[in-house]
């Protein structure tokens, strides 16, 4: 058969994967795919030293790729908004199937992509997109086609993951860890998107769309970072049978979708407390199936190549067949009629158990007050630990709550910090059970 011709666009840490497993495997990819995968063209502002681009066409415009008639994929790996978008538009206009490792990409303009591609007949392909090199979102997609997911909660990025892990093992600082993971290459320079839960709300997105169907709402998820986690908080977690992590959350009920990304206690005998380090890990809830987990890479240059190859066999199993028989980009059929799509629920309206840590001035009757404020809200307690004063008279209090509505906890949080008694800001970590019996 005629090889697949592919125009790869980016040829950074994940493109220059991309180029050597193809290259490096290809006799294996195309006893798989039946047919050669080959590159075309590299499109690249710069050359990786590690790849040997002998006798591969390349350009610094990727735009010739994207219109070259000779290509029938391409793969965009540069990243970012607008750049990318363009770039995909461009392939999808030219009749060109398109792979894509770009979260954001997917997460922000998905719909409008997805529906380009719908009425041009192409594939728009991104596994690479979510966890690197774990093949989460064709589990959801096809794996578990039979199930109605119940939910999914995730360790998606690994930095925030690095942080608190070493937090926890080490007794040390966020700031500290940070600069570490920095120096590592773990984190950016401009740690925001990580650390405050940007990467992975964009990851949530696309998984909570192919989990229940309903439209990418990037803009409709919920995000809270890790910067404001202390070690006291982590030991006592620890204490009380937690692990924190910055999880990723997506719960389906009958008033809407919750999509939220925060720090989370959940119990330590939970599996995904024992994610360390910079691996990923998804638990997904199935009605049928139960509980699943799927763990791994979720970053790298070849872990995350391996899931770009990976799409790009699909592309090439299914190039020849009829779009209106290829697996719906995002899983189910008809899911850009947004009038018929479940809601994504405000987090006012989310209820879960909390964890509240506060420092106190130690006089008689403090601890009535701050209960008092609690009980207005309706919120039940099931556990006070009251430390030793801190220097200034300060006790630290902590607190654990049953579950209770969001709304009603930002209401007593607001007065608790108003009290004279009660020194600066309340520190609330939400805590799921995350119970594999839901």
Avoid at 26 to 55: F, H, L, M, S, Y
Avoid at 153 to 158: F, L, P, W
Avoid at 281 to 292: F, Q
Avoid at 420 to 438: K, P, W, Y
Wanted: hydrophobic share 45%; charged share 25%.
């Amino acid at each position: 058969m005629n090889p697949v011709r592919v125009g790869l666009c980016g040829l950074g840490t994940v493109g220059g994967g991309t180029f050597n497993v193809l290259t490096r495997n290809a006799d294996e990819i195309a006893r798989r795919a039946g047919r050669p995968i080959v590159i075309e063209q590299v499109g690249a502002r710069r050359d990786n030293p590690d790849c040997d681009t002998a006798g591969i066409k390349i350009t610094s415009d990727i735009f010739e790729v994207a219109r070259n008639p000779n290509i029938d994929v391409l793969v965009e790996l540069i990243g970012g908004y607008d750049v990318a978008r363009e770039l995909v538009m461009t392939a999808i206009e030219n009749g060109k199937h398109v792979v894509t490792a770009n979260k954001a990409l997917i997460a922000v303009h998905g719909n409008e992509i997805f529906r380009a591609a719908h009425e041009k007949g192409v594939i728009v392909a991104f596994e690479a997109a979510v966890a690197g090199g774990i093949p989460v979102i064709k589990s959801l997609r096809e794996g578990l086609a039979g199930n109605r997911i119940q939910w999914l909660a995730g360790i998606i990025n690994g930095t925030g993951n690095y942080i608190l892990t070493h937090m926890r093992d080490e007794g040390r600082a966020f700031e500290d860890v940070l600069a570490e993971a920095q120096a590592l290459g773990y984190a950016e320079a401009d740690p925001t998107f990580d650390v405050e839960g940007i990467d992975a709300a964009h990851k949530l997105t696309i998984l909570a769309s192919i989990a229940f169907g309903v439209p990418l709402q990037f803009d409709h998820a919920y995000t809270e970072g890790i910067a404001r986690i202390t070690f006291d908080d982590v030991e006592q977690a620890d204490n009380l049978g937690y692990t924190i992590k910055h999880l990723g959350i997506t719960r389906r009920s009958d008033s809407g979708v919750e999509l939220r990304v925060h720090p989370t206690l959940i119990p330590k005998e939970r599996l995904l407390a024992n994610v360390h380090g910079v691996k990923n890990a998804i638990a997904v809830m199935g009605d049928a199936v139960g509980p699943t987990l799927y763990y791994g890479a979720g970053a790298g240059a070849e872990p995350t190549a391996s899931a770009v190859v990976a799409d790009l066999l699909d592309v090439a199993r299914n190039i020849a067949t009829d779009h209106d028989y290829r697996v719906p980009y995002l899983a189910f059929s008809g899911i850009h009629d947004e009038a018929n799509a479940l809601p994504i629920l405000p987090m006012e309206e989310i209820v879960t158990a909390y964890y509240l840590r506060l420092l106190a001035v130690d006089r008689p009757g403090v601890l009535a007050r701050v209960a008092t404020i609690l009980a207005e809200q309706g919120i039940s307690i099931e556990a006070i630990i009251q430390k030793e004063a801190t220097e200034g008279e300060l006790v630290p209090i902590i607190l654990m709550t049953h579950r209770t509505r969001e709304k009603h906890m930002n209401e007593a949080i607001r007065q608790l910090e108003s009290l004279a008694d009660v020194a600066g800001a309340v520190t609330r970590i939400r805590v799921e059970s995350l119970d594999e019996q839901e």
